[in-house]
């Protein structure tokens, strides 16, 4: 069922979300080559309860602050002391904040050093495939316009989008109604509405679009071993406009 949010529960979840982007603004310049992918997890954690929240993976019982994944690793990385950041390595980061019971979820890939040049350029795709989907997020459209709109961008650059992980609602939970895949599927899909609170989050894989999950149970590989990134928002939708309420001002 999806849960329409009222005006004051939008402000409430706005809170929640201001907060992750200010949290993205601390930690993503100590995101440097030597640091462990747990000293990453340990700075967002640091930062969330000291502003008064908690951290939303918690409640889907995940052993971190922060996924960070990196290079092949497309999404919910364990934080390790072993994994030491290296020049040229893509890191992705994706947090939720509980604040007050309001949460929020963002991600985005974290460019380390000197990239190789076909990185970047994934990393420039996945952005340009998440500003597609938030245009399409609009009264009047489907959920899978915005699916559409990342799958064009991210192929016709010859990349792979991953299709078994998807956005989804948010905001009174971590992972709400509806679905947003970043493929187009079949079958019914929603309308988007007023009061929609949503995350939409494209995860573009430099090859194929096929994932495998490792032993640790969590961590989510690309099949054939090449990079990924992962780009994340959280909107509200309007009457008249749709707002990212992970950005700052």
Known sequence: MIRLKNDKQI??????????????EYVIPKVTVGISTKDIDDLCLEFITKHGGKPAWYKEDFPGAACV??????????????IKIRDGDLVSIDVGIDLNGYISDSSTTVMVGNVAPEHKRLVEVTRKCLEAGIAACKVGNRIRDISKAVSAIAEEAGFGVVYEYCGHGVGLGVHEDPSIPNVVCKGISPRIQPGMVLAIEPMINIGLPDVDLADDGWTVL??????SAHEEHTVAVFKDHTEILTKLD
């Open 69 to 82: 994944s990196v290079n092949d690793a497309v999404i919910h990385g364990l934080p390790s002391r072993k």
């Open 11 to 24: 402000s409430e979840i706005r809170k929640s979300c201001k907060l992750l982007a200010q949290m993205f």
């Open 222 to 227: 690309t099949a054939d071993g090449l990079y």
